[in-house]
């Protein structure tokens, strides 16, 4: 069986306080060799360096585009100091820009983004983007750095994606590609995303894929689901879902492990 690395999951959820250690094992089990774990303030970002570091995975530490609003002053070197606390960390983020919700004032939230990307580039860490609604205001604070990284559960037009790939980065592809509503306008683009610039994610507890079935009680996304997104990308590509799985870990590697 070939192994997959879950290239972002929010273990730092409460919907995992209960019983992470078995989500951890599920996932395992499941071929899922690693994980990163995605910090989305400070708080959590502390916590996911702990998990890495107790469940030997992967994590990022970085105030997401909701959380902005609360990013102390000292968010540049708060962040620069947990980048080199633990070598399990691997990039900045979760950082960008979100105008769908709109939970931090569009100013401090491209300013927000703005520092982390700043520290990435003088770190030499890639960063792990966020960005819904919002392409066209954050290509401009991209080009202002030369950063490596993933725009994570990427959802946007051809432009965006065009942008985001002649720019270098990676796309993170989760469930949503599993929808059969929402996830239309992505299904047709996967077309345009090359292997070699391809990563899978679960975003769980979040995205639930909708091809499951039964589909689990819980509404909760695991981990251990992250094989139904390689098995639609490969169905979409008309290609193995082993093909995707070998070329999505070595795509991490290439990305995070250094
Ligand atoms: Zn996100």
Avoid at 35 to 51: N, P, T, V
Avoid at 157 to 186: F, P, S
Avoid at 213 to 231: G, Q
Wanted: proline fraction near 5%; hydrophobic fraction near 40%; aromatic fraction near 6%.
């Amino acid at each position: 069986m070939s192994t997959m690395i879950d290239a972002g999951v929010n273990l730092t959820s409460s919907q995992f306080s209960a019983d992470l250690p078995s989500v951890i094992a599920r996932a395992k089990s499941a071929g899922v060799s690693s994980m990163l774990a995605i910090g989305c303030d400070l708080q959590s970002s502390k916590e996911s360096i702990e998990l890495a570091e107790k469940h030997q995975l992967f994590c990022s530490v970085g105030v997401h585009p909701h959380d902005a609003r609360h990013a102390p002053d000292s968010l540049y070197d708060d962040l620069s100091a947990l980048l080199t606390s633990s070598n399990h960390v691997v990039a900045v983020g979760e950082c960008g820009l979100d105008f769908n919700r709109d939970f931090s004032p569009r100013p401090i939230q491209q300013s927000v983004c703005l520092t982390q990307l700043h520290l990435a580039q003088a770190a030499n860490f890639p960063v792990y983007l966020h960005e819904r609604e919002a392409h066209s205001a954050l290509m401009p604070l991209l080009n202002e750095v030369k950063v490596e990284g993933i725009l994570h559960c990427f959802t946007g037009d051809k432009t965006a994606l065009k942008n985001y790939l002649d720019y270098g980065l990676m796309i993170g592809i989760t469930g949503w590609i599993c929808d059969e509503r929402r996830g239309q306008d992505l299904q047709q683009l996967l077309q345009y995303i090359p292997l070699d610039r391809l990563l899978i994610e679960t975003d769980a507890p979040y995205l639930l894929p909708r091809t499951i079935t039964p589909k689990p009680k819980s509404r909760r996304n695991e981990p251990m689901f992250l094989s139904y997104v390689a098995d639609q990308i490969a169905h979409l590509k008309q290609c193995s879902a082993q093909t995707i799985m070998q070329a999505t870990t070595q795509n991490f590697k290439q990305l995070f492990v250094r």
